[in-house]
């Protein structure tokens, strides 16, 4: 089994800063891709950042150059920082991750979501 777990949401005004973590484990051999996904009230799950195990990184056209996605292999953990936010920011952010098992196994495991809202 394979769990991810999010954190780093809250409230911040305009124009303010969050890093969000994400902490994977269980029966992990390897991660391959990993990304932030969110989803606001009313719309769809989207892609914010994927990145891979040797750090290639893309972005949504709508918040490139203010968020940055990181990730440590070492400690399987993810990072979005995200710098001058938006009102349009405001979702439940998740974390997925694409594992090689211990067994072998491809799994896609997503976390529980955090909530990042932004208003003044």
């Known amino acids: 089994q394979v769990q991810v777990v999010e954190s780093g949401g809250g409230l911040v005004q305009p124009g303010g800063s969050l890093r969000l973590s994400c902490a994977a484990s269980g029966s992990i051999f390897s991660i391959n891709d990993m990304g932030w996904y969110r989803q606001a009230p009313g719309k769809q799950r989207g892609l914010v950042a994927t990145i891979t195990r040797v750090g290639s990184t893309n972005y949504v056209d709508s918040v490139k150059g203010r968020f940055t996605i990181t990730r440590d292999n070492n400690k399987n953990m993810m990072y979005l920082q995200m710098n001058s936010l938006k009102p349009d920011d405001t979702a439940v952010y998740y974390c997925?991750?694409?594992?090689?098992?211990?067994?072998?196994?491809?799994?896609?495991?997503w976390g529980q979501g955090t909530q990042v809202t932004v208003s003044s």
């Open positions: 997925n991750a694409d594992v090689m098992t211990l067994t072998y196994r491809r799994t896609i495991a």
